[in-house]
């Protein structure tokens, strides 16, 4: 069954330095992408990065950037230079391309202090 | 702007009430989605749609019913039998064509019920 894994319920860094969010998958669909959202307190769900299954490279976005390692099903976020605006939940999310469902994990929230 | 409005922003019922939340969006997007959100937690699919006047159940459907009548509404209901409905709620629409950016879910800004 398709399952989302996010083992890190809350991460600390302090500004300007790189922390990485943890997330592991389990699909049986060989095609199949990967997202990150970003939530804020105010609830509205912001998209960070995607990455696909056939992706050959990583996916990088500014100052996201993701560490997909097929073989381990493990798709962690790296956020460099760290900014207090960087202060949220941050959610990874599976879609199947089989099914169309798109599930998400249950988050790390993510405090970044001066 | 385009972009998907759900309402209302705050809802209160009491036990064994119906309660409809809106979701619209002119994305011009075929697939919408509900999730709910309990505090601390994940977002948890209830139901999508991938096309008109047809849908599918997701992870926790029971209790709840939708309709996709237009292309650009998803309402969502929340029946007296959901038996825990208080939560936030989000919508989401997503681009089905191909190569259209990842097929990116855009989200709303939510709905967060409270039954009293």
């Known amino acids: 069954a398709q399952k989302i894994t996010q083992t890190q319920p809350g991460m600390f860094v302090q500004e300007k330095e790189a922390v990485t969010l943890d997330c592991t998958y389990d699909?049986?669909?060989?095609?199949?992408?990967l997202f990150w959202y970003k939530q804020p307190s105010s609830g509205e769900m912001i998209f960070l990065i995607y990455?696909?299954?056939?992706?050959?490279q990583n996916a990088t976005e500014g100052r996201y950037s993701l560490n997909f390692q097929k073989a381990r099903k493990s798709a962690n976020l790296v956020i460099s230079a760290s900014q207090l605006g960087d202060s949220a939940m941050y959610f990874c999310?599976?879609?199947?391309?089989?099914?169309?469902?798109?599930?998400f994990g249950t988050g790390t929230r993510l405090q970044v202090f001066p | 702007d385009g972009g998907i409005t759900q309402s209302p922003k705050y809802l209160f019922r009491k036990e064994g009430q119906n309660v409809t939340l809106s979701c619209e969006q002119n994305?011009?997007?075929?697939?919408m989605y509900w999730y709910r959100q309990d505090p601390g937690q994940g977002l948890r699919l209830i139901y999508y749609?991938?096309?008109?006047?047809?849908?599918q159940k997701g992870d926790i459907a029971e209790g709840y019913s939708v309709s996709r009548e237009k292309k650009e509404s998803f309402p969502l209901t929340v029946t007296s039998a959901q038996k825990n409905p208080t939560a936030f709620y989000l919508c989401?629409?997503?681009?089905?064509?191909?190569?259209?950016?990842?097929?990116?879910?855009?989200f709303g800004a939510g709905s967060r019920l409270t039954v009293l």
């Open positions: 989401a629409s997503r681009d089905s064509r191909p190569l259209s950016g990842a097929n990116v879910l855009t």
């Open positions: 699909t049986s669909d060989p095609s199949y992408g």
């Open positions: 990455q696909g299954s056939y992706d050959q």
């Open positions: 999310a599976m879609r199947e391309w089989d099914t169309d469902k798109l599930i």
């Open positions: 994305l011009n997007h075929d697939a």
């Open positions: 749609s991938q096309i008109v006047n047809d849908f």
